[in-house]
């Protein structure tokens, strides 16, 4: 049986390698682009007491921050589509009203997450791959890359290993030199588990 405790203690070191690194390369506070899980013409906000109005539930493209938006009147949405949330260039949003649990998502919203984290994870082909090169053991007994779907002892040796003689590059470069089918595919799945709270621990989404 796992030692959930330890891991607890491990992961919260492995979080802390990441805070870390990223000093070095101070990483952007706030989302810039977001996915669009759900529209809702005629909400009522989650996030500011008495807003109503054109409301869309999205995820964030760098953070996977769980969003509320308020969008521009007329304006229209289609699930999976990336939009600009930054203080300039916004042509569709007039504000981002705060952060979501996902207890806080429509059913429609949950019910698209998989397919737009996939959409997500394949138009970041780059950043996700990265992952597959820089990802270390979270306990003695545990490495990171088995956290992401399919990937046992066996593909994480195997990866370990090939990694070394050269980084991957791509998802179609993973599949053909170590034999895991669909990275992408995968990655979506794990990412679900960490913005859903399944997960115990978390190696793609930052608390």
């Known amino acids: 049986m796992q030692d959930f405790s330890m891991v607890k203690k491990a992961s919260d070191h492995f979080g802390k390698g990441l805070k870390m690194s990223s000093k070095t390369n101070p990483p952007r506070r706030y989302e810039e682009y977001a996915y669009v899980l759900d529209f809702i013409p005629h909400g009522k906000s989650f996030t500011v007491r008495e807003r109503e109005g054109p409301l869309v539930q999205a995820i964030g493209e760098e953070w996977l921050?769980?969003?509320?938006?308020?969008?521009m009147n007329r304006a229209t949405f289609v699930v999976g589509e990336r939009i600009c949330i930054a203080r300039e260039g916004r042509t569709k949003v007039v504000s981002v009203l705060g952060k979501l649990e996902y207890k806080d998502l429509t059913n429609e919203a949950k019910n698209e997450l998989p397919a737009v984290c996939e959409k997500m994870v394949r138009?970041?082909?780059?950043?996700?791959?990265?992952?597959?090169?820089?990802?270390?053991?979270?306990?003695?007994?545990?490495?990171?890359?088995?956290?992401?779907?399919?990937?046992?002892?066996?593909?994480?040796?195997?990866?370990?290993?090939?990694?070394?003689?050269?980084?991957f590059e791509s998802f179609d470069d993973i599949q053909s030199r170590i034999g895991f089918r669909?990275?992408?595919?995968?990655?979506?799945?794990?990412?679900?588990?960490?913005?859903?709270?399944s997960a115990r621990i978390t190696i793609f989404v930052r608390k």
């Open 65 to 71: 921050t769980l969003l509320e938006i308020l969008a």
């Open 123 to 167: 138009e970041n082909e780059k950043k996700y791959v990265a992952y597959f090169n820089e990802l270390q053991p979270v306990t003695p007994r545990l490495h990171a890359l088995e956290l992401i779907p399919g990937i046992g002892k066996t593909f994480m040796r195997q990866i370990l290993n090939v990694r070394e003689k050269k980084p």
């Open 182 to 197: 669909d990275p992408a595919k995968q990655i979506a799945k794990r990412l679900v588990d960490e913005i859903s709270g």
